[in-house]
C-alpha cells in the first residue's frame, strides 16, 4: 500500500512538471517579437556657404515615435575636403534634431547613427550639396531616406590595436590612436569614431572623429574636462558595407 501511495504521488508530480513545461512552451510561442526601429532622415538637397541648416531624423517603433534611444547623432562628411564631423541630436517634437554651420563647400554625405537601448544600430544617410557662388540661391528642397535597425555583430576579420592608454588626467590632451586591420591587411580610407559614453550622472555623451595619419592608423585628440568612468565605443565603417564596433572602459582622473 506504501509503495502504491508514492507511485501515485510520483505520477502526480511528473504531470504537473508536464503541465507547467507545456505552459512555457505556449507562453514562448505566443510571445511577440520586437518590433525594429524605423528611422528617416531629412536633409535639404542644396545649401550655401554661410547658411545654419537643420538636421532632423525621425524614429519610430511600431508606428510610434520614438524618443528614448541610446544614443543619436549626425555625421556630417564633406567628400571634397575630407573632413568628418559628429553632432550629437536633441529631442524635439517628438524627433531628433540638430544644426550645423555650412562653412565649406563640397559634396556632403549625411548619415544619422541611431543606438537603440536592445544594441541594435540603424544608420540612414543623405546626400546635400553645397555652393559657395553668391548667386546661387539656396531652396527648401527637402532629401530624405530611411533605414531600419540593424543587429551589428563582432567580425572576427577586424582587428584593432589601441596605441593609446586607457587613462588620462582631468584637462590633459590625449591622442587617441588605433591601428585596424581587416582580413589580416591594414584598413585604410574608412571612417573611425569614438563614441564617448560617460558612466556617471549628469556626464554628456559627445563623439570623437579620427583621421588617418598612417596607413591603418588613425589618430585623434581630446581633453576630458570630466573625471570618472567612461565607456569609448569605437565605430569602424566603410564604404564597402563593414561596420564594426569595440567598446573599452576609460578612466578620467
Known sequence: MKKMTMLLMALA???????CNSNTNTANDTKKEVAPLKATLTVPETAKVG????????????????????????????????????????????????SYDVNDAGKYKIT???????????????????SKDATS???????????????????RDVAITYNHKHTVAKDKAIN?????KHDGKALTGADIHYQVIPQFKGGQPTWITLKETSKG?????????QAGKYQLKLHVENNEGLHDHEVKEFIVK
Do not use: R
Not at 543619436?72 to 540638430?98: G, H, L, P, R, W
Not at 587617441?176 to 585596424?180: G, M, P
Open 51 to 98: 547658411y545654419k541648416i537643420e538636421l532632423k531624423v525621425d524614429v519610430t517603433q511600431d508606428g510610434k515615435a520614438v524618443t528614448t534611444a541610446k544614443d543619436v547623432a549626425f555625421e556630417v562628411k564633406n567628400n571634397d575636403t575630407n573632413s568628418d564631423k559628429m553632432i550629437t541630436a536633441k529631442v524635439q517634437d517628438d524627433a531628433y534634431v540638430a
Open 217 to 225: 592608423t588613425y589618430e585623434g585628440k581630446h581633453t576630458f574636462t
Open 176 to 180: 587617441l590612436s588605433v591601428t585596424i
Open 112 to 130: 544619422a547613427h541611431i543606438s537603440a537601448k536592445d544594441g541594435g544600430h540603424a544608420m540612414p544617410n543623405a546626400d546635400m550639396t553645397v
Open 137 to 155: 540661391s539656396h531652396n527648401d528642397h527637402q532629401s530624405t531616406s530611411e533605414s531600419a535597425t540593424e543587429q551589428h555583430h563582432y567580425h
Open 13 to 19: 508530480t511528473t504531470a504537473t512538471l508536464a503541465a
